[in-house]
Structure formats: C-alpha cells, structure tokens
C-alpha cells in the first residue's frame, strides 16, 4: 500500500475519533446513561463498547506491525466487500458484543480519556514505524485475517458504523428531553 494512502486511513481515523470525542459536551452523564429503550444500550454503552473493541483493534495494529505472520492468509469475501466501499453495511449488526450487557460509564472523563487515549496510542503507532510496508496479520473473529492498515480501516469505519446509532439514540434522547409529544 503506498503511503499517502495510509496517511488517508489515518486522517480519517483522527476525524472520525475526534467526532466521538467532541460529542460527548452535548451530554451530562445522566443522558448518557439514559436506555432510549427498554433492552437497548444507552450511548455511554455504546462509547464504552467504541473504547474496548478499538483498544483491541489497535493491540491488533502493534502486533501486526511487529510481525510478518500470517502475510499470506486472506480477509473473508464480506470483509473485501466491506473494505472496497469503506463502510459497514447500513444495517444493525449482530456480533460478539451483541447481547452483552455493557456497564455504564462512571463519568464523562472516562469516556474522554478512554478515547483521546486510543488516538493517542494509533498516531503514535503509525510515526514510529511505517504501516504501509507492514506484512503482518492477525485474524478478526469473523472476517478472517487482517493487517495493520486494515485494522486501521476496520476501526474507523466500525465508529462510523455506530454514528448511526448515535443518531438514533440522539433523536430518542433530544426527542424526550424537549418535551416533545
């Protein structure tokens, strides 16, 4: 992959982390623990279930970037298709987080913190050495084996996939606290 082509993956990352990370002043912390439904998450669950899966995307990253394993193994076809579009399908997903009862968030900071961590940890992984030579793959639970720019990729499109759900959990949740019928 050439370079400018991760620098891509990895401003993307940024913008789309950062969206997360500014969002979370429109909130207090009892909105953000406010369930829009009965059995769905609240949008603190869904930043705390951002902040896990993209810490283990990024452990996936280091580990791919130390290694030349597994170089010649493949992603999944619906991966591929995935990747060509740059998107998650439109469509509420099921997968190993689904069902899961996820814990509240403590405090807005946690959440904060928990994120600007992440990006922190990403750029400082991507200027130490250069991903786009990097080899290296490590296997996704369902979609098979990836590298590190993909795991990249991977991350950013699966906070974007859930700017959807934010969005739905926004109109519920601003919907409510208007005092609109």
């Known amino acids: 992959m050439e370079p400018n082509k991760a620098h891509i993956i990895l401003d993307r990352f940024n913008e789309t982390i950062e969206k997360w990370i500014g969002a979370l002043d429109n909130y207090t912390l009892e ?8 059995g769905s998450w609240s949008l603190g669950q869904v930043y705390i279930h951002i902040i896990e899966d993209t810490t283990w995307f990024v452990e996936q990253v280091r580990i791919c970037l130390l290694t030349d394993a597994n170089s010649e193994k493949e992603m999944h076809e619906h991966a591929k298709a ?20 996820m814990r509240q968030p403590e405090t807005r900071e946690e959440l904060q913190e928990g994120l600007t961590s992440i990006k922190d940890k990403v750029n400082q ?3 130490a050495s250069d991903p786009s030579v990097s080899t290296g793959k490590t296997q996704h639970p369902g979609f098979q084996f ?12 699966h906070m974007r996939h859930h700017l959807r759900q934010k969005k739905r959990i926004d109109d519920k949740l601003f919907f409510d606290q208007g005092g609109k019928s």
């Open 82 to 101: 995935m990747f060509r579009i740059n998107e998650f399908p439109d469509m509420q997903l099921t997968g190993p987080s689904t069902g899961v009862s």
């Open 31 to 38: 909105m953000l623990c406010q369930q829009p439904l009965t």
């Open 125 to 127: 992984l991507y200027f």
């Open 146 to 157: 990836f590298n590190a720019l993909e795991w990249l990729q991977f991350a950013e499109m």
